[in-house]
């Protein structure tokens, strides 16, 4: 069977085999591509338009307790300049969000035990309260089962935890042994099972990646059925022991954006930060090939570069509103445009 043959049977059937996945990954053409772009981007637009979902980052603590073998901000690189946001200034920037037309929030941090339930609850409850027209997105990573269910009943919509891959032995090679695969899918669950609309996720051209493996992860995703799923690629940061690693491509990012979409017309699928920042247009790229969703920086300019995940992040030296505005001019680019709305999963047409 070649490779259109292939593509066809995924768009009519949103599912393949793990041996066809392994082959439409490892031996893709150009044509491919854009074969499969082509048909993402319409599926993606008979549902959402031609808009582009913005949602309002706010990077609240750099300190984590983990020790990602891929992150900057992991808990043995001592050069980084640890920072946390108070509740006051969280809410500060959501006020600075909304009055440029946000309405979806999402705050991303380490694992930070400083933030325990108590402290996240009266922060959620807070921005509840101020912006109950918002989406509030938690991106915290891995809590317990009582954490979540306190975390949405604060008013938390929709959480964002990457299960990074999807393959044991993969799994332990970009992290400690005390993290775990399982730990992490059950966390996915226990999200779910807490009434979060529930995003996950993979790095492309990870450390020791290989196309089974993104197989692997396509399977798992099809399985969670998530409504949002966040993939970019990875990039190095120099402190870290993957510091002389190559970065993931732009190009692989985009083949496995259309994949995604294919395999459901319906997610939110975001053109992320790490894709702008390996290719100049990245973003766009991201979303002609089947993307639906860009996550702007709004954290407060001062802490911006002490959240490096990785290295040569951009937009960390804009104001909120010339990242607005730069995003909007990008999408209008390409024939598209920025939707300020809550952004929510569309489950028909
Ligand atoms: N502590 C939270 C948030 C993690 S940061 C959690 O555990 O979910 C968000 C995502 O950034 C991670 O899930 C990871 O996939 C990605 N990331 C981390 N380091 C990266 C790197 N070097 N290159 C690209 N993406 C990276």
């Known amino acids: 069977m070649n490779h259109f043959e292939l593509i066809n049977r995924?768009?009519?059937?949103?599912?393949?085999?793990?041996?066809?996945?392994?082959?439409?990954?490892?031996?893709?053409?150009?044509?491919?591509?854009?074969?499969?772009?082509?048909l993402a981007r319409k599926e993606a637009q008979k549902i959402y338009g031609t808009g582009v979902f913005p949602?309002?980052?706010?990077?609240?603590?750099?300190?984590?307790?983990?020790?990602?073998?891929?992150?900057g901000i992991r808990r043995s690189n001592p050069?980084?300049?640890?920072?946390?946001?108070?509740?006051?200034?969280?809410?500060?920037?959501?006020?600075s969000g909304y009055e440029l037309g946000y309405r979806s929030f999402v705050l991303q941090g380490g694992e930070d035990p400083y933030f325990h339930d108590e402290r996240m609850v009266s922060i959620v409850s807070a921005m509840r309260k101020s912006y109950p027209d918002c989406a509030i997105t938690l991106s915290l990573g891995e809590r317990s089962p009582e954490s979540y269910q306190a975390l949405f009943e604060a008013g938390a919509n929709r959480y964002l935890l990457r299960h990074e891959t999807a393959t044991e032995e993969h799994y332990q090679k970009l992290h400690p042994e005390a993290m775990s695969l399982a730990r992490r899918k059950q966390c996915l669950w226990d999200l779910k099972?807490?009434?979060?609309?529930?995003?996950?996720?993979?790095?492309?051209?990870?450390?020791?990646?290989?196309?089974?493996?993104?197989?692997?992860?396509?399977?798992?995703?099809?399985?969670?059925?998530?409504?949002?799923?966040?993939?970019?690629?990875?990039?190095p940061h120099h402190?870290?022991?993957?510091?002389?690693?190559?970065?993931?491509?732009?190009?692989?990012?985009?083949?496995?954006?259309?994949i995604l979409r294919l395999m459901n017309h319906h997610l939110l699928l975001p053109s992320t930060t790490a894709l702008g920042t390996i290719d100049p247009?990245?973003?766009?790229?991201?979303?002609?090939?089947?993307?639906?969703?860009?996550?702007?920086?709004?954290?407060?300019?001062?802490?911006?570069?002490?959240?490096?995940?990785?290295?040569?992040?951009?937009?960390?030296?804009?104001e909120a509103a010339e990242c607005v505005g730069c995003l909007g001019r990008r999408m209008e680019s390409?024939?598209?445009?920025?939707e300020f709305s809550r952004g929510d999963y569309r489950e028909y047409l």
């Open 10 to 38: 995924l768009y009519k059937e949103q599912i393949l085999s793990k041996e066809d996945f392994i082959r439409l990954i490892e031996h893709r053409t150009a044509e491919d591509a854009e074969y499969l772009a082509s």
């Open 55 to 71: 949602r309002g980052l706010i990077e609240f603590t750099n300190y984590c307790k983990n020790d990602c073998l891929y992150c």
């Open 79 to 95: 050069n980084v300049s640890r920072y946390r946001l108070t509740e006051e200034q969280i809410l500060s920037a959501c006020e």
């Open 193 to 235: 099972k807490a009434g979060f609309h529930v995003g996950t996720g993979f790095m492309v051209g990870a450390p020791g990646q290989t196309a089974a493996h993104l197989a692997e992860d396509l399977l798992f995703i099809k399985e969670l059925n998530p409504k949002m799923v966040g993939i970019g690629p990875f990039i």
């Open 239 to 258: 402190d870290t022991p993957f510091k002389d690693e190559p970065s993931g491509t732009a190009d692989l990012t985009t083949y496995m954006i259309s």
């Open 281 to 318: 247009n990245g973003r766009e790229k991201g979303i002609l090939a089947g993307a639906n969703v860009v996550m702007p920086n709004l954290s407060p300019i001062d802490v911006r570069k002490d959240y490096a995940l990785y290295d040569n992040k951009i937009c960390t030296g804009d």
């Open 334 to 338: 390409i024939g598209y445009h920025l």
